[in-house]
């Protein structure tokens, strides 16, 4: 009996031989075979997903990427103790900056995703060619974008193409910057633009206006410092504006009013924009510029991280348009009903007896929501123009009639009167200058002066060399400005990095 | 694993049968405290003509009574006939055992063996023999049934009834010797006297404690690996409503961080020191043998019986691939084989009082509203253009009707701290319910809790079940089963970092509520931003409740004497649901914003583990023998996560009971998880002459959550212990009662991390196009295959030493190990498209001392006083880190990163910059260099290049303490006993992150009163920069000044306790009674300035130490009552 029962209970202790293979239910493997196409359309869709880059959080309150291009200028300020702006004011910067290791991260994620995406396509062969052929496009547009974000910041950097397997993949070395334009963004771009895309897409995708945008910049750039690359890439570049120009899809807005209503959103002006949506993600450039604490708005907190320096706005022509209260900038709100006890006088009115940027001033979010849905642009219709004034007088040593239109457009909305029978310095100084008045706080102006080694002084007008330019707040551009410092993380963790010169 | 059902049947013939009975083990457990239970049982034999040998078997099956014999002697004995009913053992033994031949009774075991000087029976009474009486207690003063009394020098000789009485007939010269197992031989002259009482002592060498180990127990004298053990009367011996805060400062080298006044306390357990980076570092818990009990602190410590905690490799190496952070064993409460039921209350109601702290206060209206102004006085300095440019608006009582008066002068002064903490009432009742009888035995216990904490309307009630039986079926086969229910539910707003934010930050200016009933805000005050603290009680919710069912069947099955077998099938379920309402008109949270936000969430765990070891035990020869157990187990956990979200509410009313009533409803989410582990283990014992002790302890196992090629590991150890006392050169010695030297080797492993690790994997997110998600896939994951468990190895050196007569305990370990193959989050170059990736890289060493010295200092019938002394010391280091050794920062404060992991520095170290002080006005120019004014804040300048960056970031700290020390003291006086713990924790740093709001800054939240010690020109001498209005610029940043020793001595407890003596309790039928009362907390000397140093606000492996708004922790005071009957 003893023995019986023994057996009997010991039997039924079998073991299965699969015991320890527990496969995830939740999440799909790189190892899944996937052909619908709405995962074709869902890899495709992970290259935007960092696009975000030009405007996230970098880990600080109220801290955001767009602040560190536009503290490098000179032209700002800030209110916010923890935005680190200190460092940016005395031109100091540390490769421990988490505005600068957010650039680099978010740009390679992005280059990874695109990576992945564009050998998965390749998979999908079921599928109508076309569309597979236009998905691609746009992940090369996106490879390319990030990619030219990197060799602007950062110079040479590491090159990845394919997706990475294994962990000895990773220890690469910094390829030189002109084998990325010359190998990446140039090839990615012009691929792209062979596709059937639509000139206009108001949907937030790219589009072969974007592409066409994207290369006349890094055509222009490329032409600039540090490539210098020839008068050839003018003339590459300013046939892609035209391009823009001559498709009749895009136009300026009338007014400086519809930059800032969400319901704008990738219409009209803007070409390519980060997407932002009331309820699924908010741009948070919008609180950060408001007044500190002011207590004007229904966000939780207003910033005050970004500030227009007195100097910069002051400069603009008198009568400029831009310039006026409630265009680009603003000094006077009033307080929001949810931080101020009825009857205050705030509530009518507040002089903030300074200068803030109103360009991303979404006065539904500010008043009711909260929360606001407005893009953050990426490229804009009158960046296009400019940017083919520019290149057209330095590809043919004078300004044409179609060069001074598109500048004079641009003027024009601004109250401003026409340009006309300027020399080529003249002219490329009138379009800077737009370029200033026009695109700033974008995220452009830096990557203006960093391609033309030169830095507008605000009290003069003039254009002074960037090395040795003293800012606003007494410190000297030097040569190492002119890049960031690859991040210390990045350095620790790849041994073959080397870092740019002076940090 | 079939084979095994052939497992030899280890014959009679190869061994003397000479067997503990697998009973032991419960036995053990039971433990009740010599009981004398062969004066209990009673037998009922009837055999005619039989062997010796089947009426010992006989009185084996009837009884708990087990037989230590070599069979030869037995075996010739003539036959005989026993005819007995509901007589003792004795009555029987002495019947059929012939003279030469003695038999001697332990407790349930019972040794044969031949008699030296054979028995001569006391047949006639001799003349000047006297008729003595007395009565043997215990050292309690209780009877003691069944001890033996016997004349010097003679067989003669009686044992006492059940009330420690006996009678004896003496020479009235005699000597008598009285002796019990567990206690000290006492040798009475009678000198005349024909009463003798006698109280005995305990011997602590005989008193043999018996230590949970592993799948199995040992005597404590045969321990070979680090154990520490804390019994029931200890673990109890403070009001405590969970494990963790009852084992607090009870064993060296276990560090328990109480770090909250939280309900659930907030427990964070260390085993010497930390082993890992990116894996758990919490110990591995096994209740009952159930391996990974899912919430430790939903098990109320009343049910406990004994707490184990193994510390050395020796002893986890059982528990292979989880034993790396030490292991603790719980053994919860059977019921009785007395025969005689029991019932017991334990009760106790405390009162926490906020504990006040000098060292952390904050500015009241009038001093808010001085500094305020002071702020704005200083703008011009700071900020020149802005000021000209009129930039900055003071805000003036004028226009701020609602909080000044007519006079300018501030209308109302809230305390804020003692708005959001209140003193709270707590109750904690416990009913138990034990019986049964040598086959078939059971308990009951019955636990209900309400705990109220500081926070104002935060609490935790528990209801919980345990119920168990405990079944003989026939001699060979004995079944069992433990059914724990628990019901926890609560609210708990501690996690909101915002609500313990706002209680320092709101403005005194601002009241709870207006005089017309509507709630006071900051956001009354321009440039202030929040509601108060005292509205967030209101309008959130974070209501949670917690089930958990634990169930454990056993069988236990005698193969032979000496071979049994024990299968255990074990379950534990738990299902935690979690509901969380913001209200439609609170602004934080997005409540308003949304409408009201109602969620729902739950999680559902289910473990379940099978077990199966054979266990054997033989003895050799005479003076060595070995036990053997060899088992296998299975293994499964699964979770299984749902979320749901609706917001924008018609009314508050409805809160997460209606979700359809919100008109938007967000995406439901869920995810589960599985992952299964496959074991192999075996143990063997090997002791000679118990001398010389061996241990070799091995587990194999197989983990789901680990990659393919390294699926099965080995955890090997090896222990040799050396009881020097039982060497001839020691034995007699008067000193030297115990002195055992131990050694021990051996390698574990932390198999703590998520499941799945191993795959490469393509997220999922979104991304918008046309207002509306689109959904993406990338790789998030770059998977390895490679992955494996962190290796431990340690060796330890041990002495356990018993000196006079057990005046003297000690137990000294000291431990080196290493963890290898460190499973690190290891940071992978963002070229790679990724942050990180689990890799097993990296090595951190840890290496310490512990010592437990317990003393008897006064031992006498009236008066007693013990103490114990635990202390331990402990060093981290990390050797290794990632494939260059980068550094890794673990949590970052909201001004900068705070803490590193760096080679050669221990785990958490801090980091910052280093606080010089404050410029100057005669260092203008030294400031000027650093863009800085008199006033503002001087740091050092690390690297020298006149710029203050992170660059200048230094280690400055460590939040490990360089040594711990818990004095306990225990006094009994008659019937009152008094205990006393302090708790001394020393050389450790907390990272006062809360400086930044409450100093660097001021006029827009409340500062602490450190602040009116600001730089002024007629106060330069000080840490603190000059106030100014915080938009024009204050530094701050993690740094030495925010950085604070938080070394401290806390007063843990005090008891002082009364028992109800004898006559009282039997007139009121009760059986032991005892009230006491008790502070817990009452003194805490630091020089730490928050609340309290033992504080940890971040998650994570290294939060402790990290002091970002902390709370208050409570003084708390408790009556108590126990009553058995």
Request: overall charge negative; hydrophobic content about 35%.
């Amino acid at each position: 009996m003893r023995y019986i029962a023994l057996i009997i209970i010991l039997s039924v202790l079998f073991s299965c031989d699969d015991f320890l293979e527990q496969n995830p239910t939740g999440v799909l493997t790189s190892e899944s075979k996937l052909s619908s196409p709405e995962s074709a359309l869902a890899f495709t869709n992970s290259a935007y997903d960092n696009i975000t880059v030009s405007n996230s959080a970098a880990g600080l309150w109220g801290g955001f990427t767009p602040l560190l291009l536009e503290y490098m200028t000179g032209k700002s300020t800030s209110e916010n103790s923890q935005s680190l702006f200190k460092e940016f004011q005395d031109l100091n910067l540390s490769a421990r900056s988490p505005y600068i290791e957010q650039w680099w991260q978010g740009c390679y994620a992005g280059i990874a995703k695109c990576n992945l995406a564009l050998s998965k396509l390749d998979e999908f062969d079921h599928l109508d060619q076309e569309l597979i052929s236009n998905y691609k496009s746009e992940v090369l547009y996106l490879r390319a974008q990030y990619y030219f974000y990197l060799v602007r910041l950062f110079g040479d950097v590491p090159k990845v193409k394919n997706v990475q397997t294994e962990l000895g993949d990773l220890q690469l070395t910094r390829s030189p910057l002109k084998e990325i334009y010359d190998e990446i963004i140039i090839p990615d771009l012009l691929e792209a633009e062979k596709s059937s895309l639509p000139f206009k897409d108001e949907t937030g995708r790219v589009s072969m206006g974007a592409i066409k945008t994207l290369l006349a910049d890094v055509y222009l750039t490329y032409a600039g410092y540090p490539v210098q690359g020839g008068a050839e890439y003018y003339e590459e570049s300013a046939q892609r504006s035209l391009d823009v120009i001559n498709s009749g899809v895009y136009s300026l807005f009338q007014s400086y009013d519809e930059f800032r209503n969400p319901s704008n959103n990738n219409s009209t002006e803007f070409i390519f924009q980060t997407q932002y949506t009331v309820n699924l993600r908010s741009n948070q450039m919008v609180s950060t510029v408001l007044p500190s604490r002011s207590g004007m708005s229904a966000f939780g907190l207003e910033y005050g991280s970004l500030i227009p320096s007195d100097d910069f706005v002051k400069s603009y022509a008198s009568g400029d348009l831009r310039a006026e209260e409630k265009q680009f900038f603003f000094r006077t709100y009033k307080g929001h009903p949810s931080k101020f006890s009825e009857g205050a006088p705030e509530l009518e009115f507040i002089d903030f007896n300074a200068f803030y940027i109103h360009k991303f001033f979404d006065q539904q979010a500010i008043d009711v929501a909260g929360q606001s849905g407005l893009n953050w642009t990426i490229y804009r219709y009158a960046d296009v123009l400019l940017m083919y004034a520019e290149a057209q007088v330095m590809a043919d040593g004078t300004p044409n009639q179609q060069a001074f239109d598109a500048v004079n457009e641009v003027r024009s909305r601004a109250n401003l009167d026409p340009v006309s029978t300027m020399d080529l310095d003249a002219f490329r100084k009138a379009v800077w200058d737009e370029r200033y008045f026009e695109l700033c706080y974008e995220n452009k102006t830096w990557f203006d002066i960093i391609r033309t080694r030169l830095i507008r002084d605000d009290k003069s007008g003039t254009y002074m060399n960037f090395e040795g330019y003293v800012n606003i707040y007494g410190k000297a551009y030097s040569q190492k400005h002119l890049l960031f410092p690859i991040p210390l993380r990045e350095m620790q963790t790849n041994f073959n990095l080397s870092q740019n010169f002076g940090y | 694993m079939k084979n095994c059902t052939t497992a030899p049947l280890w014959r009679e013939k190869l061994f003397r049968i000479m067997k503990l009975t697998s009973f032991l083990l419960f036995c053990v457990i039971m433990q009740v405290a010599a009981s004398g239970y062969s004066q209990k049982a009673r037998l009922q034999i009837n055999m005619k003509n039989a062997e010796v040998k089947d009426v010992l078997e006989e009185i084996k099956r009837q009884s708990e009574f087990d037989f230590l014999y070599k069979s030869d002697l037995i075996k010739s004995l003539p036959k005989v006939t026993v005819e007995a009913r509901e007589v003792q053992v004795t009555e029987i033994l002495d019947q059929i055992i012939p003279d030469d031949l003695e038999y001697e009774i332990f407790d349930r075991n019972i040794i044969i063996r031949k008699n030296p000087h054979p028995v001569v029976k006391p047949v006639e009474m001799k003349e000047d023999d006297v008729d003595i009486s007395g009565k043997i207690t215990d050292e309690n003063g209780q009877g003691l049934p069944g001890a033996s009394v016997i004349e010097k020098g003679t067989s003669n000789g009686t044992t006492t009834d059940l009330d420690g009485n006996f009678k004896l007939a003496l020479d009235e010269a005699a000597t008598l010797v009285v002796s019990f197992v567990g206690y000290k031989t006492a040798e009475i002259e009678l000198a005349g006297r024909s009463t003798i009482d006698v109280q005995m002592e305990l011997d602590a060498e005989q008193l043999e404690e018996i230590v949970v180990v592993g799948y199995g127990t040992v005597k404590k004298s045969d321990m070979t690996g680090s154990v520490g053990s804390v019994k029931k009367e200890r673990l109890l011996d403070r009001p405590s409503v969970n494990v963790g805060q009852a084992l607090t400062g009870k064993i060296a080298g276990v560090e328990v961080f109480n770090n909250s006044g939280r309900p659930d306390g907030k427990i964070k357990i260390r085993i010497r020191g930390n082993n890992s980076i990116t894996a758990s570092n919490d110990p591995l818990y096994v209740v009952d043998g159930i391996i990974g009990v899912s919430d430790i602190n939903l098990i109320s410590p009343n049910n406990i019986e004994s707490l184990e905690v193994l510390k050395d490799a020796s002893a986890t190496a059982i528990y292979g691939a989880r034993g790396a952070n030490g292991v603790i064993l719980i053994t919860t409460k059977r019921g009785t084989e007395t025969g005689k039921g029991s019932i017991s209350y334990n009760g106790f109601v405390s009162m926490g009082i906020v504990a006040e702290n000098q060292n952390l206060e904050f500015l009241n209206a009038e001093e808010w509203w001085s500094v305020y102004n002071t702020g704005f006085d200083n703008i011009p300095k700071y900020d020149p253009v802005g000021f000209s440019q009129g930039k900055y608006n003071r805000a003036s009582p004028d226009a701020l009707s609602l909080l000044f008066g007519a006079d300018g002068k501030p209308l109302y002064d809230t305390d804020w701290e003692k708005e959001a903490y209140r003193n709270t009432v707590s109750h904690n009742h416990q009913l138990s319910f034990r019986n049964g009888d040598k086959n078939t035995s059971y308990s009951l216990f019955l636990d209900y809790m309400k705990q109220e904490a500081l926070m104002d309307k935060n609490y935790l009630e528990r209801y919980s079940g345990q119920v168990n039986v405990d079944s003989k079926l026939n001699p060979w086969l004995k079944v069992g089963m433990n059914v724990v229910l628990n019901y926890n539910t609560g609210n708990d707003l501690y996690n909101l970092y915002g609500i313990k934010r706002l209680a320092q930050e709101a403005i005194p200016l601002i009241p709870v509520k207006y005089p017309d009933g509507s709630w006071g805000s900051n956001r009354d005050f321009p440039g202030a931003v929040q509601d108060t603290p005292a509205r967030y009680f209101e309008d959130l919710v974070n209501h949670s409740t917690t089930r958990q069912a634990i169930s454990n069947f056993y069988l236990d099955f005698e193969i032979t004497d000496q071979l049994s077998f024990k299968s255990t099938f074990a379950t534990d379920s738990r299902n935690r649901k979690t509901n969380n309402y913001v209200s439609r008109d609170l602004i934080q949270f997005g409540g308003r914003n949304a409408g009201g936000i109602a969620r729902i969430s739950t999680r559902n765990d289910f473990y379940w583990q099978n077990e199966n070891y054979f266990n054997f035990n033989a003895d050799l020869d005479q003076n060595s023998s070995l036990n053997f157990m060899l088992g296998f187990s299975w293994q499964e956990r699964t979770a299984e996560l749902l979320g749901t979200e609706s917001r924008n509410f018609v009314d508050d009313f409805y809160q997460w009971h209606n979700l359809q009533n919100g008109t938007v409803n967000m995406p439901s989410s869920s995810s589960d998880t599985k992952s299964s582990l496959n074991s192999y283990f075996a143990r063997f014992n090997y002791n000679h002459s118990n001398k010389y002790l061996f241990t070799l302890t091995g587990r194999y196992d197989g983990s789901s959550k680990f990659g393919k090629n390294n699926k099965y590991a080995f955890f090997p150890s090896l222990a040799f212990a050396w009881n020097a006392s039982n060497e001839n050169f020691l034995m007699g010695n008067d000193v030297f009662d115990n002195v055992k030297f131990r050694l021990s080797l051996g390698q574990t492993g932390n198999q703590e991390i998520g499941d799945y690790l191993y795959a490469q994997y393509l997220g999922s997110s979104n991304v918008i196009f046309d207002n509306e998600f689109s959904s993406t896939l990338y790789r998030n994951s770059f998977g390895n295959p490679d992955l494996k468990w962190e290796t431990t190895t340690q060796v330890d050196m041990g002495l356990d030493l018993s000196l006079i007569n057990g005046r003297v305990d000690m137990t000294l370990d000291l431990y080196y190990k290493v963890t290898d193959d460190l499973l690190l989050n290891a940071p992978i170059p963002y070229s790679s498209g990724l942050n990180s990736l689990t890799k097993n890289i990296g090595s951190v060493e840890n290496k310490g001392l512990e010592a437990m010295i317990s003393t008897y200092n006064i031992n006498t019938s009236t008066f007693s006083w013990q103490s114990t002394f635990n202390f331990a010391t402990n060093k981290n280091k990390i050797l290794k880190l990632g494939d260059n050794n980068e550094d890794i920062f673990p949590t970052k404060h909201a001004t900068g990163q705070m803490q590193i992991l760096r080679v050669d520095q221990p785990i958490g170290a801090f980091w910052g910059l280093t606080r010089l002080g404050t410029w100057n006005t005669d260092e203008a120019a030294e400031a000027a260099e650093f863009g800085r004014l008199p006033g503002d804040l001087k740091y050092e300048d690390l690297n020298g290049d006149n710029i203050i960056n992170q660059d200048d970031f230094g280690i400055i700290g460590n939040s490990m303490p360089d040594w711990t020390l818990t004095v306990f003291n225990s006094f009994k006086y008659k019937n009152f006993d008094m205990s006393f713990d302090l708790r001394f924790v020393q050389g450790i740093d907390v990272m006062n992150a809360g400086t930044h709001n409450r100093e660097d800054r001021s006029g827009v939240a409340n500062s602490s009163k450190t602040i009116l010690n600001a730089w002024t020109p007629e106060n330069q001498n000080t840490m603190i920069a000059q106030i100014r209005y915080m938009r024009t610029y204050y530094d701050s940043q993690p740094d030495t000044h925010w950085l604070q020793d938080g070394s401290f001595v806390r007063l843990q407890n005090v008891m002082l306790g009364y028992s109800l003596p004898e006559p009282i309790l039997s007139k009121l039928g009760i059986s032991q009674s005892r009230i006491y009362v008790s502070g817990q907390n009452l003194l805490l000397l630091t020089g730490y300035k928050g609340y309290d140093p033992e504080v940890s606000t971040f998650e994570g492996p290294f939060g402790q130490g990290v002091d970002d708004f902390g709370e208050p922790r409570a003084k708390t005071y408790t009556i108590g009552l126990n009553i058995n009957f």
